[in-house]
């Protein structure tokens, strides 16, 4: 069982910056990913980043906004967050499943490992 802790989440003002970092027990062998879930809606996507790629993807709202990036060495994943609005207050979570391949990436419940997650507020 993979363990997953995500921290940085915190509270700031539209057009700020947050990095989020998800430090896991093992991470080499693994996708990962970041999703959010705000109070009343569904889990949803945000990024991701394929086992043994350099393969990354995103959901459209946060294209250009948001990086995803990996360091296997530390057992970490990162999420930078910049030009927060508003509507990326939610609660984040880090995901990390062993299978290969991109076309699963998006679907939550192609995931075995979760954290427990981080608060994200934006608001002035």
């Known amino acids: 069982q993979v363990q997953l802790v995500e921290s940085g989440g915190g509270l700031v003002q539209p057009g700020g910056s947050l990095r989020l970092t998800c430090v896991a027990s093992?991470?080499?062998?693994?996708?990962v990913a970041w999703f959010r879930q705000a109070p009343g809606k569904e889990r949803e996507f945000v990024a991701a980043?394929?086992?043994?790629?350099?393969?990354?993807m995103y959901a459209d709202p946060v294209k250009g906004r948001f990086v995803i990036s990996r360091d296997n060495g530390k057992n970490t994943v990162y999420l930078q967050m910049n030009n927060l609005e508003p509507a990326d207050t939610a609660l984040y979570y880090c995901?990390?499943?062993?299978?290969?391949?991109?076309?699963?990436?998006?679907?939550?419940?192609?995931?075995?490992?979760w954290g427990q997650g981080t608060q994200v507020t934006v608001s002035s």
């Open positions: 995901a990390a499943e062993r299978s290969y391949g991109t076309r699963w990436l998006r679907d939550p419940g192609e995931y075995a490992h």
């Open positions: 980043a394929a086992r043994h790629s350099t393969t990354t």
């Open positions: 093992e991470l080499d062998d693994f996708a």
